[in-house]
């Protein structure tokens, strides 16, 4: 496969800058009630009966204080741990739903039996259905146009959403879905597309280094040196000096270093482009390469097939057509 080479220009880029772009907004809260009961410090989301005919749901906070520009694409994406599902059936299915108790009173456990309920009824907002492949993975939930309305009218503020396991047959048997969350909110992330979204993207689950932005059509390019050890690091092409028309030929280049042992959630968006080749994920240190197509504004180099272990560097490469 040929690969560019490129002369890194300096350039100063105020990393406090709000990118106008696919937001990806990590959880600001998330947990579960039984039986209208919540402990404020236990962020797992374990969804579904872990207690053999006691239904458990679970719901997730995510502040949309710097949305402002009109939503027009969502998804939540969750983490299933590889002894996160239990079923009797092999697979299990999660619906997404409106949540009208108040936030506060909700991540504070004080939600009680009402909002015990609130969080598996009322309108939906999307659902998945997950399997054993599904193990070890990040699981992506579109969020339909209920979910979209309901964003839009809480951009600015906080929102909550709920979640519940309508696979469940309510019969005496434990079968569940997000057991052994923890506690790291990174992995429960809301991805939102915007109307006006600029040329850029972000990148979760890695240190991230540099990004590189490249015109094809209108020869220019800009490098955005990008903070380590961030839940998810969001870059802007267009705010850092990029010049794009629509219909531009564009490439972008993404170095990372897998840290620690987070090697199997190395994943990211993409934004104002339309991906025209399958986007690369290349391990420098193992010397292997792959190819995933881009689902939605979503990429993801653990679904490629990409061996990835700690403290590996990683590249990735975009290309597409200004949109």
Request: hydrophobic fraction near 40%; charged fraction near 20%.
């Amino acid at each position: 496969m040929k690969y560019y080479s490129a002369i890194v220009v300096s350039l100063s880029v105020a990393l406090g800058l709000a990118p106008a772009l696919a937001h990806d907004i990590a959880a600001d809260d998330r947990g579960w009630y039984r039986r209208g009961l919540h402990n404020p410090t236990n962020m797992n989301y374990l969804t579904g009966d872990a207690v053999s005919g006691d239904p458990t749901y679970s719901f997730f906070v995510f502040n949309l204080d710097g949305v402002s520009e009109e939503i027009v694409g969502a998804s939540l994406r969750l983490r299933l741990e590889d002894n996160g599902l239990v079923s009797d059936q092999g697979f299990e299915t999660l619906a997404l739903n409106e949540v009208t108790t108040d936030i506060d009173a909700l991540i504070g456990g004080t939600g009680g039996m009402a909002g015990f309920e609130d969080l598996a009824d009322g309108p939906q907002f999307g659902g998945v259905t997950a399997s054993g492949r599904d193990r070890d993975a990040t699981i992506t939930v579109p969020l339909n146009a209920a979910g979209l309305a309901a964003l839009n009218a809480s951009r600015g503020e906080r929102i909550a959403i709920g979640a519940s396991l309508v696979s469940a047959d309510n019969e005496e048997r434990i079968e569940f879905l997000f057991g052994f969350s923890g506690s790291v909110s990174s992995d429960t992330r809301l991805i939102l597309e915007t109307a006006d979204a600029s040329v850029g993207g972000s990148v979760a689950g890695g240190n991230a280094l540099v990004a590189f932005c490249e015109n094809l059509s209108d020869p220019q390019s800009v490098v955005i040196p990008l903070a380590e050890n961030m839940a998810v690091e969001a870059f802007d092409c267009e705010a850092a000096g990029l010049n794009v028309t629509p219909g531009d030929q564009l490439r972008i280049l993404v170095r990372a270093n897998v840290p620690g042992n987070e090697g199997n959630r190395l994943n990211g968006t993409v934004t104002g482009l339309s991906v025209t080749d399958p986007v690369v994920c290349a391990n420098d240190t193992r010397d292997e390469v792959s190819g995933w197509v881009v689902t939605g504004i979503i990429w993801d180099c653990v679904r490629s097939g990409i061996p990835l272990i700690g403290n590996d560097s990683v590249r990735l490469v975009i290309t597409g057509t200004a949109n």
